[in-house]
């Protein structure tokens, strides 16, 4: 069976964009199954990407090929990244998107770019779309570009949140269409004690196990279904109440965890 494609960028769905890389891979890879993972990704926002693209790639088959651009440097000298990580193949352009793959044994390429008749504005459809059509196709990654050292690769230093002297310094990596609000705290580390955190602002936020356990118009924090914290308000857009979106940061303190 030919491998499927899972698409992930910034295009949004009122353009033609994301309906032109489809056509570039149906007449390319006609029998490629091609899986629509999220084109809503915030304008640019490479570090909202590489979080999404981590929470996903589990779900999906092993043999999966993963697209994503989210790619503000397109046209430019950045180079095309190809990385394997077990049976997954990832194409994503050298910028800091594939950073979650870094210490989990992958192995890496520069890919070949085959730009003479190459939109200099979209390289998703001239680029990137051929290049995964040929994976999908059964192309070795090693026939697309020359292998390199991780130590090559652009790198976003994204750094996960850690509880320290009662206090929480976090980064939203994601607003999803509900307007909750996911975390750079991955569940694990967050503390067991502490059941009422308090923001920058002020505002009063509890911790909860579900949507349903908040009084309407109250603000939580809940172990959410992509392996991180989210902030959340039962009935509305925690997002829109807090004014947070993706890259924003922000300070938690727990008074019962404070010296």
């Known amino acids: 069976m030919i491998a499927p494609i899972v698409l992930l960028t910034d295009f949004g769905l009122a353009d033609p964009y994301v309906g032109q890389m489809k056509g570039a ?10 899986v629509d993972l999220c084109h809503e990704v915030r304008q640019h926002c490479i570090l909202q990407a590489g979080f999404l693209l981590e929470a996903s790639r589990p779900h999906f088959p092993d043999d999966s090929i993963f697209l994503a651009v989210v790619d ?5 000298g950045r180079s095309i990244l190809l990385a394997r990580q077990g049976r997954q193949l990832f194409l994503a352009p050298d910028n800091g998107l594939l950073s979650f793959l870094h210490g989990q044994d992958a192995s890496w390429w520069s890919a070949d770019m085959d730009t003479a008749t190459a939109s200099r504005t979209f390289h998703g459809r ?8 040929r994976l ?22 994204q750094a996960w949140a850690e509880a320290g002297d009662g206090c929480l310094d976090c980064a939203v990596l994601h607003v999803d269409r509900f307007g909750n609000c996911l975390l750079n705290l991955r569940i694990e ?3 067991a ?3 009422t ?9 509890s911790r909860v196990t ?3 356990d908040l009084a309407p118009g109250q603000v939580g924090l809940l172990a959410g279904s992509q392996g991180v914290m989210e902030l959340a308000v039962n009935g509305g857009s925690c997002s829109d109440l807090l004014g947070l979106f993706p890259g924003r940061t922000f300070r938690m303190t727990c008074p019962e965890q404070l010296p």
């Not at 503000?72 to 430019?76: D, E, F, N, T, Y």
């Not at 196709?137 to 230093?157: C, K, T, Y």
């Open 189 to 191: 580390a967050m503390p």
């Open 25 to 34: 891979l149906l007449r390319l890879a006609p029998a490629a199954p091609v």
């Open 136 to 157: 999908a196709l059964g192309a070795d990654p090693s026939s697309l570009g020359r292998s390199i050292d991780p130590a090559e690769v652009v790198r976003l230093e």
């Open 126 to 133: 001239d680029v990137f779309a051929p290049l995964v059509a």
């Open 193 to 195: 004690r502490g059941r």
């Open 210 to 212: 579900t949507y349903a």
């Open 72 to 76: 503000p440097g397109v046209g430019s």
């Open 197 to 205: 955190w308090m923001l920058d602002d002020g505002r009063t936020v």
